[in-house]
């Protein structure tokens, strides 16, 4: 049976880690050629080799555009036009308090540098890859690109200012990007992901943001979660596989909410 | 082997447009699916079509005796549900429905199908899926519920007061009984969808109203489309399936907006 993406061009930043890697993982699963890319060589390549078959490992910087103008012309070089972009790469913070009071702006750069200018710099070069023999110039082409938000682009977040902002701005940028695309018929989707308290190392480094025992704050995080129990990266992994998915082909500039209930009240 | 295969489903108004693809997608994907249709041709039809275990129930989504039947007929047939999808809605009584000429009947008659519809939809949904073994009583149960909401319950319909309004109800419902139900660990989900323009006969009834020009005003909705095409009935489907299936297991209380980009603007 042919899977939900079968033979798609797939790209996924920050795809060693956590969600990157389940989603690498949930769209090669479904039939998609993945290409992952990552800061981390040794993290980034395991996952290609496990992942095997015509999966590939780049290197990357989400935040340097030469690195992105490389990555496009490798992909290209390899399998041609990407479908899929998985904007995923992001950090949550350079120092262990991010209150207004302790956040400078070397940090507040930092955080806005990888989340924000990595997104805006990947649907730019992923909507310019995609665009080639794409439908504006009469091709079959088009694709999906999906970005990852947080719930922490929805609600405040006061102990993570500079994150929570930087999700904002992914929320936002989405919807413009998926409106710019639209308008302009290049058949290029554009959805945003809005995971809540995950397991991942990530949500290790949130329970340790502001100090506090890691374990206490995973129970008490945990509590504030209506269904009781944090999320996995697979779940959020399989919301990207939806979105970038042809059964999503009239979804675009949406935002998906993957937190057990969290934001609901 | 399906995304939902084993799972008994009930689809209210499951004999025409969303309602029929959604049987239909969850039916493909392996759900045994009860039609519940006010229409008792255009149910009955569907069924025969789906063929296998899929059965039609002639039900009224206003009338308490109807959900207790209907849940009595799957409780005999297939034992405890696991989806339902509330899905039944009108969209007027009556050719315009802007303020000045809305009437109490016609609203009550709209939030009596798209309101009480769904409320009753919850609470019998609820109530079937932890019968018999459902989570709070120690077995493996729970369920998920799709509620159709509309992007009308997110943004100002000021030639649907009534619609909208029902809509917008919905939307806040479904949040409410997602997290009664996650709070009381349940295991189960409620989530709501938000269709855009859709080719439907609903489609065509929004496009008549106020004795409109019914190809204009599709050619004049569809301008405001930015992805330039309304979507079809299965685009609404395929989200109701990923809702419904255990990929979505983290999902609760949130709303899928599946609109070409129209609400994104």
Not at chain 1, 177 to 188: E, S, W
Not at chain 1, 257 to 264: F, I, M, P, R, S
Not at chain 2, 26 to 32: D, H, K, P, S, V
Request: glycine share 14%; net charge negative.
């Amino acid at each position: 049976m042919a899977g939900r993406v079968e033979g798609k061009i797939a790209i996924v930043t920050g795809g060693g880690t956590g969600i990157g890697r389940a989603t690498a993982q949930r769209l090669a699963a479904e039939g998609a050629i993945v290409t992952i890319t990552d800061v981390n060589v040794d993290k980034g390549q395991a996952v290609a080799t496990e992942l095997g078959g015509a999966a590939a490992f780049v290197q990357q910087d989400v935040r340097v555009e030469a690195d992105w103008q490389r990555l496009m012309d490798d992909v290209a070089r390899r399998h041609g036009r990407p479908d899929i972009l998985h904007n995923n790469a992001g950090i949550l913070s350079t120092s262990p308090q991010q209150w207004l009071a302790d956040t400078d702006m070397a940090q507040w750069r930092a955080i806005q540098a990888v989340n924000v200018e990595g997104v805006f710099l990947g649907c730019k070069y992923g909507v310019a890859a995609m665009s080639v023999g794409g439908r504006a110039k009469g091709g079959a082409g088009g694709g999906a690109i999906v970005n990852m938000s947080s719930v922490a682009g929805l609600v405040g977040t006061p102990g993570a200012i500079a994150y929570g902002a930087s999700k904002g701005a992914v929320r936002q940028m989405t919807k413009s990007v998926a409106i710019d695309c639209a308008k302009k018929g290049l058949g290029i989707r554009c959805n945003s992901v809005h995971p809540g308290i995950i397991r991942t190392e990530m949500g290790n480094a949130v329970m340790d943001l502001g100090g506090g025992d890691p374990d206490r704050k995973w129970a008490a995080s945990i509590r504030n979660v209506p269904m009781g129990e944090e999320g996995q990266a697979v779940d959020v992994a399989n919301c990207v596989l939806f979105l970038a998915s042809d059964e999503a082909r009239h979804v675009t500039g949406a935002e998906l909410v993957v937190d057990g209930g969290l934001t609901a009240i | 082997m399906g995304r939902v295969a084993g799972k008994i489903a009930i689809v209210t108004g499951g004999g025409t447009g969303i309602g029929r693809a959604a049987a239909t997608r969850l039916a493909e994907e392996g759900a045994i699916v009860t039609i519940a249709e006010f229409d008792a041709a255009n149910g009955q039809a569907v069924a025969e079509e789906l063929g296998g275990d899929a059965a039609f129930v002639e039900h009224d989504v206003r009338e308490e005796a109807s959900w207790q039947n209907l849940m009595k007929s799957v409780a005999d047939r297939h034992g405890r549900p696991d989806i339902l999808v509330n899905n039944a809605g009108i969209l007027a009584t009556n050719n315009n429905q802007e303020l000045a000429v809305t009437d109490l009947e016609q609203w009550r008659a709209v939030q009596q199908v798209n309101v009480e519809g769904v409320f009753l939809g919850c609470k019998y949904g609820v109530d079937a899926m932890i019968a018999n073994g459902g989570r709070a009583k120690g077995g493996a149960g729970g369920g998920a519920i799709v509620n159709m909401s509309s992007i009308a319950g997110l943004v100002a319909t000021a030639h649907l007061v009534a619609y909208g309004a029902s809509k917008g109800a919905v939307r806040q419902m479904t949040k409410s009984v997602a997290i009664d139900c996650a709070k009381k660990g349940l295991g189960i989900r409620c989530n709501s969808v938000h269709p855009g323009v859709i080719v439907t006969n609903m489609g065509n009834q929004v496009m008549g109203m106020g004795n409109g020009n019914v190809e204009a005003n599709w050619e004049a909705r569809l301008n405001l489309v930015p992805m330039g095409e309304p979507g079809q009935a299965v685009d609404v489907a395929n989200c109701i399936l990923f809702l419904a299936s255990d990929e979505a297991r983290h999902i609760t209380g949130a709303e899928l907006v599946v609109d070409g980009g129209m609400t994104a603007i």
